[in-house]
Nanobody, 115 residues
Framework: QVQLVESGGGLVQPGGSLTLSCTASENIFGRYAVDWYRQAPGKAREWLGGLYVSGNTGYADSARGHFTISGDTTTNTVYLQINNLKPDDTAIYYC?????????WGLGTQVTVTS
């Protein structure tokens, strides 16, 4: 099974930018999609977007323009860049990949946006 580890979270100020990393234990590019999610306190887990086998990306309507997903094939890492951070971006951010029939999740990284 593939293992995913998120990193890069922390305390940040509104208006800034932050890039999160999701590092896979094996090569995933061209083989499996990787998706980013977040879960804020008291809310359901929300899909933000993903990097697909083709190399294309897709985003939730609410995430488009606010998040940018990219990948680095040399390190098996998928990035989530968050722009113009707002307090309601505070959440645990997760990455996920799928290998039928299972989903594989990282443990998440906390982002807290406060002034």
């Amino acid at each position: 099974q593939v293992q995913l580890v998120e990193s890069g979270g922390g305390l940040v100020q509104p208006g800034g930018s932050l890039t999160l990393s999701c590092t896979a234990s094996e090569n995933i590019f061209g083989r499996y999609a990787v998706d980013w999610y977040r879960q804020a306190p008291g809310k359901a887990r929300e899909w933000l977007g993903g990097l697909y086998v083709s190399g294309n990306t897709g985003y939730a309507d609410s995430a488009r323009g606010h998040f940018t997903i990219s990948g680095d094939t040399t390190t098996n890492t998928v990035y989530l860049q968050i722009n113009n951070l707002k307090p309601d971006d505070t959440a645990i951010y997760y990455c996920k990949t799928h290998r039928h029939p299972a989903n594989y999740w990282g443990l998440g990284t906390q982002v807290t946006v406060t002034s």
